[in-house]
């Protein structure tokens, strides 16, 4: 036998099988059991300023078009014609005051209502119930600007999902107007949890070489950074009110200026919402990561800078300096960070190694488990089987995994 | 007049292929000498999603001298690059240029595989100096790919 399929001696919440990570079955249980059950965020409300703007995205494969009405309110539908289910709209963005499906021309209002049919005489000896025909609504709720939809009637409100976890945000968030002014996207060729754990735990802070001189903690053994876990698998950490980038260590002394609310210069604050998302702060920027899994082995990840709205010139260039330093497309750390979860996901898929260890236990300094634990134990909930062992006693993920 | 217009011209032009050659040999410093006191470096994509032109780095020369100088301290693509330029598009005022030139740039792994990354155009300023050399008062890729198969610490 392998000896690398043989479990770790640690407790089954200390370890997971990388199998949850690369078997085609469990992510599509994931989808049903996760992605269609979960607050999904879709965009900034600043991505939708005016009537009529709209945004496409997929939730759980499914395809969303998210857009403000004529009276202000922020709706989702499935992006799907009532007719013969072409997609409506088939633009990413754009401003629209109604929505003509392209193939035979039924014509949906903001609010999602048929409006009309081409050729309507036609289903006169029928008679066709338009009111019954609009675009499927979603739900759709918002905080601090931030828009998520939820394709389950019965979730709970979108609030309630995030608990307490949202108190760090709420001044740097909500007491000002924001807005999107830097956004990209990459398919990044690993599982889309790989991308979540890598936002998450702070051990892998070492791998930057920006990091190691900034973040004087990420070496040390405290930090004024906590760890910080909340229900629903949700964490993040943060200090309470303590400067933690020293940037001048680094001679990166021109990227301060236009805190946000609520903030020290140079304070970082780190969220990671189950399942998918991360709101991560550095003083003057908000970096939003927004993952789409496309498949096991794949994931489309949009990354959004978000700043104060109505910043002069100067302004917005330390903020699109801070953003782009560390988190763009040619930034210092975003590229490290990919290397690393493709590498996991191509050593995953070969099975040489079966386990992924994350048994760190510091009393919540940033470098802890603790958070990594608490979000499989969210995973397993939904998910009805242990990460450690997804497959009960069998060894084989032949074993039907179902949704 | 018309040779000393195209002397300028074909200098101009020399100084753009050369831009990409020595990012290709990843002659970092080289490249940064190809650079004006004042000048910038940019690369940018145009975002559908926000409907108009984002950075993805944009650095004066000194800030691009410290990012460019600590290239080797970072865990990177380890792909080799290559650039496919067109000609570059000059058209010269003085002891002032402007051009513009279509780019394409491989990436070939260190298994062989050998893949198009970005396809974008340079926009350029240039300035003549005293010695009669040009240098970059700005040189910007604007960059149409906008999904890259890695991301980069090296300039495109």
């Known amino acids: 036998m392998n000896p690398g399929h043989i479990p770790p001696s640690l407790p089954p919440t200390h370890y997971l099988d990388n199998r949850i990570f690369t078997d085609p079955a469990i992510f599509r249980a994931e989808q049903e059991n996760i992605f269609a059950k979960t607050w999904q965020f879709v965009c900034h409300e600043s991505e939708l300023a005016k009537a009529g703007d709209f945004r496409c995205t997929q939730v759980a494969g499914k395809p969303i078009v998210v857009v403000r009405d004529e009276a202000g309110a922020v709706r989702s539908f499935y992006n799907v014609c ?34 009309a049919v081409a ?76 991308w979540q754990d890598n936002n998450s735990e702070r051990y892998h802070s070492m791998l930057h070489a920006i990091n190691r001189q900034t973040q004087p903690w990420v070496l040390g053994k405290t930090s004024p950074m906590r760890l910080r876990l909340f229900p629903h698998g949700h964490s993040g950490y943060w200090s309470d009110g303590q400067a933690t980038v020293a940037y001048e260590r680094g001679g990166y002394d021109n990227i301060t200026g236009g805190t946000l609310p609520g903030l020290q210069d140079n304070e970082m604050r780190v969220v990671n919402f189950f399942p998918d998302l991360m709101v991560n702060i550095r003083s003057n920027v908000v970096r939003v990561d927004r993952m789409i899994p496309l498949d096991e082995q794949s994931v489309l990840i949009e990354w959004r800078g978000i700043g104060l709205k109505g910043d002069d010139e100067a302004t917005r260039e330390v903020r699109q300096r801070h953003h782009n330093m560390f988190w763009g497309p040619a930034g210092r750390n975003l590229p490290e960070d990919l290397l690393a979860v493709e590498s996991q996901y191509r050593s995953m898929k070969a099975d040489a190694v079966r386990y992924s260890i994350l048994a760190r236990e510091e009393n919540l300094n940033p470098t802890d488990d603790a958070n990594l634990r608490a979000y499989y134990q969210e995973w397993e909930r939904l998910m009805g089987r242990p990460a450690s062992a997804p497959y009960g006693s069998s060894a084989s993920p032949t074993a039907e995994v179902t949704a | ?114 893949s198009l990354y970005m396809v974008g155009t340079y926009h350029d300023d240039l300035r003549r100096f005293g010695d009669g050399s040009w240098r ?17 610490h090296l300039p495109v």
């Open chain 2, 136 to 152: 970059y008062v700005r040189h910007c890729a604007r960059a149409h790919t906008r999904m890259l198969d890695a991301f980069t």
């Open chain 1, 82 to 115: 009532r007719h013969r289910a072409a997609e409506v709209v088939r633009t990413e963005s754009g401003n629209a005051r109604s929505f003509t499906c392209f193939y035979h021309h039924w014509n949906y209002g903001l609010d999602g209502q048929l409006r």
């Open chain 2, 1 to 114: 007049m018309t040779g000393a217009l195209d002397h300028d011209i074909a200098a101009v032009q020399r100084i753009v292929l050369q831009t990409a050659w020595l990012l290709d040999d990843e002659k970092l410093a080289d490249w940064i000498a190809l650079f004006d006191a004042d000048g910038a470096y940019e690369i940018t994509s145009y975002s559908p999603e926000l409907q108009r032109w984002t950075p993805w780095w944009s650095q004066p020369l000194e800030l691009l001298r410290k990012t460019v100088s600590e290239v080797p301290r970072h865990v990177r693509d380890p792909a080799k690059r290559l650039h496919v330029l067109s000609l570059p598009m000059v058209e010269v005022s003085g002891d002032a240029a402007r051009s513009e030139t279509p780019f394409a740039l491989y990436r070939t792994l260190p298994t062989g595989e050998s």
């Open chain 1, 119 to 194: 050729k309507p005489e036609g289903y006169e000896a029928v008679g066709l119930d338009k009111t019954k025909l609009g675009l499927v609504p979603v739900r759709a709720e918002l905080v601090f600007g931030f828009v998520f939809v939820n394709l389950d009637d019965q979730a709970e409100p979108l609030v309630q999902f995030l608990g307490d976890v949202l108190e760090p945000l709420r001044q740097p968030l909500g007491d000002a107007p924001l807005e999107v002014f830097h956004f990209h996207k990459a398919i990044v060729k690993t599982n889309w949890k790989l």
